[in-house]
C-alpha cells in the first residue's frame, strides 16, 4: 500500500539538492580541485570579514544563505572523488532542468 | 593567526606528550623530568595529593590501590575508578585533566606562558561520548578552547606537511590499548582521509600479557611463582604489577638487543625475598607477539581491500606508538609495503607533533596575547586568510572596520621583500580581496599598507599577518556519520561521514503519535544516532532529545523542525523548534558509552553466541560471500569476549568495559552479515519500487520530481550492480518519496487510501477518530461523485487522508527499535 501523502523527503531532498556544493561555491562543475580550494578559502575569508557579496548564492529553488559551515562542507565533498562526481551531475542537472 | 605559538597534545592510553608549533618549527616539550613522554598515571595519596606521570609510576608497582592508569578505553563512561587511602573516586575525564594539566604545566615553564587554547588527539574510533569526555577533562585541566584531531590524521600532518610527498598513505598506530590503522590521500599537497580501520582491543598491552604469562610459566617450572597463586589478593596484584613492568622493560629492552633479563629484585613472587631473574630472547618474544602482529596485520589487509587498494598503492607507511619499535613488526610491515616505511620520525611523538601544526593549520593561537586587542593606533582593518595552505597564491580579504578615515587603497607586501601586491582599491563596503604569493614549504609573514587618494599612507591598526605553506587538511572531518533515528527504524543522516566539523544542518520532521500537554506522557524522544547503518537500530544511540513540558497538545502529525550542530571539539548541540506552537527545545542527555554489569554482559554474550551461531548457519546455508567475510572475525571476538569474563567477574572495570565493546563489534558484524544475506529481497524489493513508482512518477510527478527520480532510479542502478544494500537503501527510500509525493495527485489514490483505510480502521491510534474522519471522506467522495486532478474534491480528500494515516503509526515493534523515536 502506498502511503498517498506528502512527506518532508521532498522537501528535505530539495533543500539537500539546493545545497549543491557546486552551487554553494559558485563554481562550474568542470573546475579543477585547486580551483575549488581557492575559492572555497575565498568565501570562508569573506564571510568571515563579513563582505555582503558573499552571504547569498543562487540556486534553482530561489537565493539562499551561504554560510562558512556551508562553505566547509562543500570544499570536503568534493574533494572525495566519487562524491563530487554525483554532485556535478545533480549541479548540471539543477543549473539547466529538463523542459 | 599564522602567529603565535600553536599546542598540541597527544593524550595516550600509556603515555602523553605536547609539542608546540610557532609557524616555523615544532617542538616537543620536555618535562620536569627532561622527558618528551610523561607517563598517563595518576596517584592520589591519603592526604587527597595528586602526583602524575613518572613519580606517580612508581605507585603502579608499590601503591596499586592509589594509582591508576591505562583508562582511556573508559573516556565517555560514568565509571569512577576509586583511590583507596582518600576515599576519592576520579572519572576517566578527570584523570585525563590531571595528565593534561601537568602537560600545560610543563608548556609554561618551556615556553613562559599558560596555554589558554590546544588540540588534543582522540583515537579515529572514538565516538561522540568519548569526545566529549575529551573536551571536558580539556577544560577541567584550564583550556579555553579545545579542538579534537583524529590520531592518524595528526600523524600523517607530522610525517608529509612539508615532505611534498603526493599519494596514500598508511598511518598504522599501535598504542598501548587499541590499533588505529588510517588509509589517507595527499593530492595537490590537500590531505584527505580514505578510511579507517583497527581493532579496539589489540594494543601493545596484549603482547605484555603474553610476555607476562610466559614469564609466569617459566618461574612455575623453576617452582618460583608461589606468591602469584592469587592474583586478585592485593600481594598477587602487587606482584604481578612489578613482574608487567619488568616484562614491558625487557621488551623495550629487546627492540635494540638480541637478549634480555626480566628482573625482579626482592621480588616475593616465589614466597621468599630472593632476586629473580628470567632470561628471554628476540626469538622468543617474537614467537610470543606473532598472533598480535598477525591480528593487526589482517586489519591492515581488510583496509585495503574495503578500499580497493593493494599494499603496492600505497606510497609510504606511518608507523606510530611504542609497540611498532618492535623489530618483529617492523619487519612484517617491512614485507607487507615493499619497505616503504617512512623514515627519520619518532613514533612516540608524532601524534603531539601533528596536533601542534592542525592547530597552527586552524589558527588555534595558544598564548594569552591571541586575546589582546590590536594595537589602538590606525584605522581597525579586519585581514582574513587561510592560516595554512597548499595553495601557493590564496585569496586574502580584508575590510576596513571604520568608515570615516578609510583609505583609497590597498597594497599587501612579503616581509621577506620577495613579492609586493598590486594596489586594490576598496570596494563601497571598505573591502579589498587580494591573491598574495608565497614561499613553498615555509611561514610567509606580510605586511598591510594603505594610502589615501594623494598617495600618503594611512597607518593600520594591524601587526601584519603570516600565512604558512604545507599540507593542509581544512577541518577535522567527521569519523562516523550523524543523524536522527525514525519511527519507522530508518536514520535520518544530517552529517555524512568526513562532513568538516563545524557543522550545522536542519531538517523537517513529523510527530508520530498525539502528546497531551502537562499528561505526564508529554515527552517526545528524537534519539540522536552514530553509524553507517541506513536502519536506526543498527547504530549507536549517542543522544536523546526530549521535547518536554509542551505549552498544547500537539496532534500526531505536527511539523518539527530538528538542527543538530557539532562543534570543532565534538560538541553536539541539538535544538527542535515546533513551528505550530512557537516552543523551541533543547533539552539533550548525553548517553554515556554503555557499561553493563557483568551479569548483563554475560547474559548477553550467551545470547549473542547463539545468534551468531543462527547466522553462521545462515550464511553458509545461503552461500554469500560478503556475508561469510562479515562474520570472518565474530568467532575470534567471542573467544576474545570468553577469555576476558574470568577478569570483569573479578571487578576489573577495564575488562568489563572491554567485554560490552566486544559484544558491540560482534552485534555490528552480525547485523552487517544478516544486512547481506537479506539482500535477495532488497534487491526484489528495488525492482517492485522500480516497478510501482516509475509510471507514476511519470504521469504526475513535477519535472523537478521526474528529473530527481531519473537520478535516483540510476543511482539505485548502480547500488545494485555494486551489491551496496546502504546505499541501495537510501536511493529506494528518495524513490519512495518521490513516488508518494507524485500519486498522491493522482484521483484515483485517494479511493485506494480510503477503501485500505476503512478496512484497517480497528488498528487505528483512535478508532473514533478515524471513523468519524472516513465518514467526512465519504461524504465529500458522494458531493464529488468525479474526483478531478486539482479539484476542489481532491484537495479535500487530500487534507482528509492526510489526517488518517497520522492515526496509522509505525507499527510499535519498528518504533521500540528506534530507540523509541516520536518523529518520522
Known amino acids: 500500500m502506498i502511503r498517498a501523502v506528502e512527506t518532508d523527503d521532498f522537501e528535505n531532498l530539495s533543500r539537500a539538492h539546493a545545497e549543491n556544493p557546486f552551487l554553494v561555491l559558485g563554481v562550474d562543475p568542470s573546475a579543477t580541485a585547486a580551483e575549488i580550494e581557492r575559492q572555497g578559502q575565498r568565501l570562508l575569508s569573506e564571510l568571515a570579514a563579513g563582505l555582503d557579496g558573499a552571504r547569498r548564492y543562487e540556486t534553482v529553488f530561489g537565493a539562499r544563505a551561504r554560510t562558512s559551515e556551508l562553505v566547509r562542507s562543500a570544499i570536503a565533498e568534493l574533494r572525495d572523488p566519487a562524491r563530487r562526481l554525483a554532485h556535478e551531475w545533480w549541479a548540471r542537472g539543477l543549473a539547466a532542468p529538463s523542459p | 593567526m599564522g602567529s603565535g605559538i600553536h599546542v598540541g597534545i597527544d593524550l595516550g592510553t600509556s603515555n602523553s606528550a605536547v609539542a608546540l608549533f610557532d609557524g616555523d618549527n615544532v617542538s616537543v616539550v620536555t618535562n620536569a623530568g627532561g622527558e618528551t613522554l610523561t607517563p598517563s598515571v595518576v596517584r592520589v595519596d591519603a592526604r587527597a595529593a595528586r602526583t602524575v606521570g613518572r613519580r606517580a609510576v612508581r605507585g603502579l608497582d608499590g601503591d596499586p590501590g592509589n594509582t591508576r592508569a591505562e583508562w582511556k578505553r573508559l573516556m565517555g563512561t560514568g565509571e569512577r575508578l576509586p583511590f583507596e587511602a582518600s576515599g576519592a ?16 604545566a610543563d608548556v609554561r615553564d618551556a615556553a613562559g606562558f599558560t596555554p589558554r587554547a590546544a588540540v588534543i588527539s582522540t583515537p579515529a ?41 603526493e599519494g596514500s598513505w598508511l598511518v598504522f598506530d599501535l598504542g598501548g590499548g587499541t590499533l588505529d590503522v588510517s588509509l ?64 614491558e622493560q625487557a621488551k623495550i629492552e629487546l627492540s635494540r638487543a638480541e637478549h634480555a633479563t626480566i628482573a625482579l629484585s626482592e621480588s616475593g613472587i616465589d614466597g621468599g625475598g630472593s632476586d629473580l631473574e628470567i632470561e628471554i630472547a628476540r626469538g622468543e618474544l617474537d614467537a610470543l607477539v606473532a598472533p598480535f602482529i598477525a591480528r593487526s596485520l589482517t586489519a591492515v589487509q581488510g583496509l585495503l581491500a574495503r578500499n580497493q587498494h593493494a599494499p603496492g598503492d600505497v606510497a609510504r607507511v606511518v608507523l606510530v606508538g611504542g609497540p611498532t619499535l618492535m623489530p618483529a613488526l617492523r619487519t612484517r610491515i617491512g614485507e607487507l609495503f615493499g619497505g616503504r616505511i617512512a623514515a627519520g620520525i619518532d613514533p612516540m611523538t608524532i601524534v603531539a607533533r601533528g596536533a601542534a601544526l592542525y592547530a597552527g593549520s586552524v589558527g588555534l593561537d595558544a598564548t594569552p596575547a591571541a586575546r589582546a586587542p590590536a594595537p589602538n593606533a590606525g584605522l581597525p582593518v579586519r585581514i582574513e586568510h587561510p592560516s595554512v595552505t597548499a595553495d601557493l597564491e590564496p585569496f586574502v580579504v580584508g575590510r576596513c572596520l571604520a568608515g570615516a578615515a578609510r583609505p583609497d587603497r590597498v597594497r599587501i607586501e612579503r616581509e621577506d621583500g620577495g613579492w609586493t601586491g598590486a594596489d586594490a582599491a576598496l570596494s563601497p563596503e571598505g573591502s579589498f580581496v587580494i591573491q598574495v604569493r608565497l614561499e613553498r614549504g615555509r611561514r610567509n609573514a606580510f605586511r598591510v599598507r594603505a594610502f589615501d587618494r594623494a598617495g600618503g599612507e594611512v597607518a593600520l591598526a594591524t601587526r601584519g599577518f603570516a600565512i604558512v605553506h604545507g599540507v593542509s587538511i581544512g577541518d577535522p572531518p567527521l569519523a562516523r556519520p550523524i543523524g536522527v533515528a525514525r519511527a519507522d527504524d530508518s536514520t535520518h543522516i544530517y552529517f555524512a561521514k568526513g562532513t568538516p566539523l563545524p557543522a550545522r544542518r536542519t531538517f523537517a520532521h513529523h510527530t508520530v503519535r498525539p502528546i497531551a500537554a502537562g499528561s505526564g506522557d508529554d515527552a517526545l524522544a528524537v534519539p540522536i544516532v552514530q553509524g553507517e547503518s541506513n536502519r536506526a537500530h543498527r547504530n549507536r544511540l549517542i543522544g536523546m532529545l526530549h521535547l518536554r513540558g509542551l505549552d498544547r497538545d500537539l496532534p500526531a502529525g505536527s511539523r518539527i ?176 518519496a518521490l513516488g508518494r509525493a507524485a500519486y498522491c495527485r493522482d484521483p484515483r489514490s485517494m479511493a485506494d487510501a480510503l477503501d485500505w483505510a476503512a478496512a484497517h480502521v480497528t488498528e487505528a491510534m483512535d478508532v473514533a477518530a478515524a471513523s468519524s474522519l472516513l465518514d467526512r471522506a465519504r461524504a465529500v467522495q458522494a458531493q464529488h461523485p468525479v474526483i478531478h486532478e486539482a479539484g476542489v474534491g481532491l484537495r479535500a480528500l487530500r487534507a482528509i487522508v492526510a489526517e488518517i494515516w497520522e492515526l496509522f503509526p509505525s507499527p510499535p515493534e519498528l518504533r521500540a527499535k528506534s530507540f523509541d523515536s516520536g518523529i518520522r
Not at chain 2, 89 to 104: F, G, N
Not at chain 2, 226 to 243: I, K, M, Q, V
Open chain 2, 561 to 736: 523542525e530538528v538542527t543538530l550542530e557539532l562543534d570543532r571539539s565534538g560538541q553536539l548541540a541539538t535544538r527542535a523548534d515546533i513551528p505550530g506552537t512557537g516552543q523551541t527545545f533543547e533539552d539533550v542527555a548525553f548517553v554515556l558509552v554503555p557499561t553493563a554489569t557483568v551479569e548483563v554482559a554475560e547474559r548477553e554474550l550467551a545470547a549473542i553466541g547463539r545468534r551468531a551461531a543462527d547466522v553462521q548457519r545462515r550464511t553458509f546455508q545461503l552461500g554469500v560471500p560478503a556475508a561469510v567475510q562479515a562474520i570472518g572475525d565474530v568467532s575470534a571476538l567471542l573467544a576474545e569476549a570468553d577469555r576476558a569474563l574470568p577478569a570483569a567477574r573479578a571487578g576489573d572495570v577495564d575488562a568489563a568495559q572491554k567485554l560490552h565493546r566486544l559484544l558491540m563489534d560482534v552485534g555490528g558484524a552480525l547485523d552487517e552479515a544478516e544486512a547481506l544475506l537479506e539482500w535477495p529481497d532488497l534487491d526484489a524489493e528495488a525492482r517492485r519500487c522500480k516497478l510501482t513508482y516509475t509510471p507514476l512518477v511519470a504521469q504526475w510527478g513535477t519535472p523537478a520530481e521526474q528529473q530527481l527520480y531519473e537520478q535516483e532510479l540510476e543511482a539505485a542502478g548502480v547500488a545494485r550492480k555494486r551489491n551496496n544494500a546502504a546505499e541501495l537503501e537510501l536511493h529506494l527510500d528518495a524513490m519512495r
Open chain 2, 184 to 247: 589517507l590521500e595527499t593530492a595537490d599537497g590537500r590531505l584527505r582521509v580514505l578510511d579507517h580501520g583497527g581493532d579496539n582491543f589489540l594494543g601493545g598491552k596484549d603482547m605484555d600479557g603474553a610476555l607476562v604469562e610466559w614469564a609466569i610459566a617459566a618461574l612455575d617450572r623453576r617452582g618460583q611463582a608461589g606468591g602469584l597463586a592469587d592474583r586478585t589478593s592485593p600481594r598477587g596484584r602487587r606482584l604481578l604489577a612489578r613482574l608487567r613492568m619488568a616484562c
Open chain 2, 89 to 104: 573516586a576520579l572519572l576517566p575525564e578527570e584523570l585525563s585533566a590531571e595528565v593534561l594539566a601537568s602537560l600545560l
Open chain 2, 125 to 165: 574510533l572514538f565516538e561522540l561520548p568519548q569526545n566529549h569526555a575529551t573536551t571536558r577533562a580539556g577544560r577541567l585541566a584550564g583550556l579555553e578552547e579545545v579542538v579534537l584531531i583524529q590520531e592518524p590524521i595528526a600523524s600523517a600532518i607530522a610525517a608529509g606537511w612539508r615532505a611534498g610527498h
